[in-house]
Every structure is written in C-alpha cells, then in structure tokens.
C-alpha cells in the first residue's frame, strides 16, 4: 500500500510540476529501474578509481575532467571540452543534451577567458551551470579548470 501511495505520489508532483527534471528524478527513483552502468577508470589492476561516466535513470553523469598541461585558460577550456563530449558520445548522449555543467576554475581571474571558449558548445539551448573557484590547492593535476556534467541520453 505504501509503495503504491508512493508511486501515485511521484506521478502527482511529476505531472503537476510538469517539468521534465521533475519527471526524470521520478523515473531515477524508481526501484525498478535497470541498474547503473559505467565507465570505470582503472589505475591499478585491481580496483576502479572512479567511473568516466555512470548511467542511471535515464541520466549519464560524467566525471570530473581537466586539461593536465601547461597552456592557458582558453587552451584548457578547450581540451576540457572536447574530453566531456568524447565522453557524452561514449555513453550515448551529446553536448545538445547536457542538462547540468559545473565548471572548476584554479583562479576566478579565468572566468571571463573561460566563457570565451565554453559560449555556443552546448548548441542554442545551454544547460544550467555553476562556476566556482577552487580554494587552496587549486584543481587536481595542475589544470587550470575541471568540468562535469548531467545529461540525458
């Protein structure tokens, strides 16, 4: 009974809300969705670090990633770009269909040359975003910005 009420639940604030973010967090909820896929990053032989991307719902959210070079922002910015669409593609998604991006700047100084490159990827409908500059230590690996992102498939 109570699984059901759940249920009806979902649909009613899904259908209500009639936005489609609404709707996805409902299916990704659902116990009876297929189990994650992902994309494991190995660095041992042994045991996974972490995953390039992980499906679930739906959804594909992709890993963290960083241009690990000496360049500035904008050659950064790029190389970040293109490794998050690689990525999207190899999951079966698209930069047209990101929802979310979070951007990772070393320095907020970077912002305005970060935007330069990042204007017009996602196609004509950009996807929400988060900028924030990293405190003490900066990015790992020494890239000057780190990107991830949500999107469908």
Do not use: W
């Amino acid at each position: 009974m109570q699984t059901q009420r759940r249920s009806v639940l979902k649909k009613m604030l899904a259908s209500v809300a009639g936005l489609a973010g609404f709707g996805l967090a409902a299916k990704a909820m659902d116990p009876s969705a297929p189990e994650k896929e992902a994309n494991n990053i190995v660095y041992d032989q042994e045991v996974p670090l972490f995953s390039g991307h992980t499906k679930f719902g739906g959804l594909v959210y992709i890993a963290g990633k960083g241009a690990h070079y000496a360049g500035d922002i904008k050659a950064h910015t790029d190389t970040v770009l293109k490794e998050l669409e690689k990525e999207l593609v190899l999951a079966g998604s698209s930069m047209e269909k990101v929802l979310k991006v979070t951007v990772f700047l070393n320095d907020i100084a970077d912002y305005k040359g970060m935007n330069e490159v990042y204007k017009g990827r996602f196609g004509k409908n950009p996807p929400v975003r988060t900028t924030v500059a990293v405190a003490k230590g900066g990015v790992p690996g020494d890239s000057l910005v780190e990107m991830d992102c949500i999107a469908m498939l």
